[in-house]
């Protein structure tokens, strides 16, 4: 494609140089080819402007720069850009024609409940006849096959990556589209030019202040999806819902279960295979019962009812749909076994679904609730303290371990999340060997105790230091179950 063509809608300062033939638009100059398209970000840790020499070198035909300052060969086109994030995202919808126009595109937000959102999303519009293709955080999906296409951050894709993705999703002839969107991608524009037919707000929590470093920016950053979107579906009950329905441009539609809504959940019962509650649609009373414990539950079935309904999919499609979909990995997962116990892993690593992961399984309990958990390193440091305490008030013992503590010392990390304990009643003991920790845990049950093992949930990994090993929550904890039979049969 011609450079002319990818620069269209963009803001441009200046240009020096030809109308040169795009082969590929890259930010990382080791990934430069001949004909690339070499588009310089300041980033956290690297200024892609330092180089624009190593690009032109490995055969870049053109460069994108923001800083007036920045060095560059005559041999090479250069457009000067005001926000070369912008342009980033941009160029890359540019360069695939715009393949999220030819599918309807609902994008979900919130510190928690992304994941499941966009997965009962799915299974509702499958069930309906719908070729659905999923982004997010256990990757990217079409019809519920795993797409070969591995994007480096954890929620969102990077601009180039997720409009190649979206090129798949409109080849394979999706219908709908289901994208978790993450307050990093809207933070750093990495969602520019991609218009939503759906946003769904889930809710907020104190999370990812590392890198947002205060609440407003946080909130503020969820709140753009919704001057993305035609429609909006937010939980009322959320003071951060309520800013996005002051913040937003799109048409809205709430729900909740404390406050007054267009949908709201009454007559909730938190069962121990999941919750039922009722709603009125269009003045008639409808039931909903979904397999999924929990009141966090609740709210993420309401965002996904709500968008259901404005995509015109019928109340007993949505109905049917809800009653017979299984959990989302990671997400209050059970690890089966014949002990009498319950051993739940699950994703929460921020204060609030700290709160609600105890809350939820607290309702099912009859014995003593566990929660063995970390904090992971180079992240929110305030948010330590906090869930320690939390963690101390609503459990009856507490397991402090690693996560994934990258490149801080792991000790440290526990400190600060024991400081928080020591603040309440509540007995504890350490263990910095995240596996020794599960092991422990597990011994410590009786029947009808709980075991929450929080924080990684999904994910089979773990980072230390510049170390990324192999590390599964549910597989640990599968092997220690097994090894307490080989414990009681000798």
């Given at each position: 494609m011609m450079l002319k063509e990818i620069l269209k809608s963009m803001n441009i300062e200046w240009i020096q140089g030809k109308n040169v033939e795009v082969e590929n638009i890259v930010i990382d100059s080791r990934k430069v080819q001949y004909g690339s398209l070499f588009i310089c970000l300041k980033g956290l840790r690297a200024d892609g402007h330092k180089f624009i020499k190593a690009a032109a070198s490995a055969g870049a035909s053109a460069i994108v720069i923001s800083d007036p300052q920045a060095k560059y060969p005559e041999n090479v086109t250069v457009v000067k850009a005001e926000d070369t994030r912008k342009a980033l995202a941009i160029t890359a919808a540019n360069f695939y024609n715009h393949p999220s126009e030819e599918f309807n595109?609902?994008?979900?937000?919130?510190?928690k409940g992304k994941t499941t959102t966009t997965y009962m999303m799915d299974t509702v519009l499958q069930q309906f006849k719908h070729k659905t293709g999923v982004i997010g955080t256990l990757g990217a999906k079409i019809g519920g096959q795993k797409l070969d296409i591995h994007y480096d951050t954890s929620t969102t894709p990077d601009p180039v990556e997720l409009q190649q993705i979206f090129s798949e999703m409109k080849d394979s002839k999706v219908n709908d589209v289901i994208m978790e969107a993450s307050s990093h991608a809207l933070a750093l524009d990495?969602?520019?030019?991609?218009?939503?037919?759906?946003?769904?707000f889930t809710n907020l929590s104190q999370d990812h202040l590392d890198f947002h470093k205060t609440m407003d920016n946080y909130i503020k950053a969820k709140a753009k999806l919704f001057r993305?979107?035609?429609?909006?579906?937010?939980?009322?009950?959320?003071?951060?819902?309520r800013f996005?329905?002051?913040?937003?441009?799109?048409?809205?539609?709430?729900?909740?279960?404390d406050s007054e809504s267009d949908l709201k959940a009454e007559d909730i019962k938190y069962l121990e295979n999941g919750v039922e509650f009722r709603v009125n649609i269009e003045n008639e009373p409808v039931d909903f019962f979904v397999p999924i414990k929990g009141r966090f539950t609740v709210y993420n079935v309401l965002g996904v009812i709500g968008a259901a309904l404005m995509m015109k999919i019928p109340v007993k499609s949505i109905q049917k749909a809800l009653s017979a979909i299984r959990g989302v990995p990671g997400r209050i997962q059970d690890v089966p076994n014949d002990k009498g116990v319950h051993v739940i892993v699950d994703y929460a690593h921020s204060p609030d679904s700290i709160v609600n992961i105890i809350n939820a399984v607290r309702e099912f309990t009859k014995g003593r609730l566990i929660i063995l958990f970390g904090c992971?390193?180079?992240r929110d440091v305030g948010k330590r303290p906090i869930m320690g305490k939390i963690a101390g008030e609503l459990a009856d013992y507490c397991i402090i371990t690693s996560d994934n503590p990258r490149s801080e010392a792991p000790m440290e990390i526990i400190n600060a999340v024991v400081s928080g304990v020591k603040e309440t009643s509540c007995e504890y003991e350490?263990?910095?060997?995240?596996?020794v920790a599960i092991f422990n845990g597990v011994r410590m049950l009786q029947p009808d105790d709980a075991l929450i093992i929080a924080g990684k949930g999904h994910?089979?990994?773990?980072?230390?230091?510049?170390?990324?090993?192999?590390f599964d929550d549910v597989e640990v904890a599968e092997e220690a179950l097994e090894a307490l039979d080989e414990h009681n049969n000798r």
């Open positions: 595109l609902i994008g979900v937000t919130g510190t990495k969602l520019e030019g991609v218009q939503f037919n759906i946003g769904i993305q979107c035609r429609y909006g579906v937010v939980n009322k009950d959320s003071e951060a819902g996005i329905l002051d913040y937003g441009t799109c048409e809205f539609f709430t729900f909740s279960i992971g390193g180079d350490v263990y910095e060997d995240r596996r994910e089979d990994y773990q980072i230390i230091g510049e170390n990324k090993i192999h």
